[in-house]
């Protein structure tokens, strides 16, 4: 036996179809979907619309010469802004670029580039020629003590200073233990830094 169901239609549950304001709906969900599509193409992720127009290209991290060859394959001229020191790069890598990478550029657009000079040289004074009581001083300054509390004695100016040559929990040359981080913050203990 077959049953046949009857579904009511729309205007039968009071319910009215204006095709023209279907339409009317539908046109402007089109439209804002449109409008989305062009601010998103033109405006947030630009492509070269132009000829002659292209993205400058990321050279960060490349040495000097293979950041060189890429500028000049994006038909773009390269200017050195010289080097700089930075505390990780190694002496040669290039690290800022100015226009950033992405940037459309017309042909021949100038790309500065600045490359690394090395870590930055940080001066430490040599204390060996100082004498013992000058030595001291140094140790005191700079909060470094040794372990019984004393800096400022003959023989004693290398435990003030650290030794420069004394590892830590070791005696140094002079008979003065040197501190372990772990002594001076309890916090630091049982994580392996000394």
């Not at 500065?112 to 204390?127: H, N, Q, R, W, Y």
């Not at 372990?147 to 650290?162: E, K, M, Q, S, Y």
Request: net charge positive; aromatic share 4%; proline share 9%.
């Amino acid at each position: 036996m077959r049953i046949r169901r009857h579904f009511t239609s729309l205007s039968e549950k009071g319910i009215s179809f204006d095709r023209r304001r279907a339409l009317r709906w539908l046109g402007l969900g089109v439209a804002a979907v449109l409008v989305g599509y062009l601010t998103a193409y033109l405006i947030l992720f630009p492509a070269p619309i132009l000829p002659g127009h292209q993205a400058v290209p990321r050279v960060l991290g490349l040495t000097v010469a293979e950041a060189q060859a890429e500028v000049q394959r994006s038909q773009l001229q390269m200017t050195d802004g010289g080097a700089e020191p930075h505390p990780t790069a190694p002496q040669g890598v290039i690290i800022w670029q100015d226009p950033p990478p992405g940037v459309i550029a017309p042909e021949g657009t100038k790309v500065t580039l600045v490359s690394s000079a090395g870590p930055p040289k940080i001066p430490v004074p040599d204390v060996s020629s100082l004498d013992a009581r000058d030595r001291g001083g140094i140790g005191r300054e700079s909060g470094r003590v040794r372990a019984g509390g004393r800096a400022d004695g003959p023989g004693d100016a290398d435990a003030a200073t650290g030794g420069n040559r004394a590892c830590a929990g070791r005696r140094t040359d002079t008979g003065g233990e040197s501190r372990r981080a772990d002594d001076l913050d309890p916090r630091l203990a049982g994580h392996g830094i000394r």
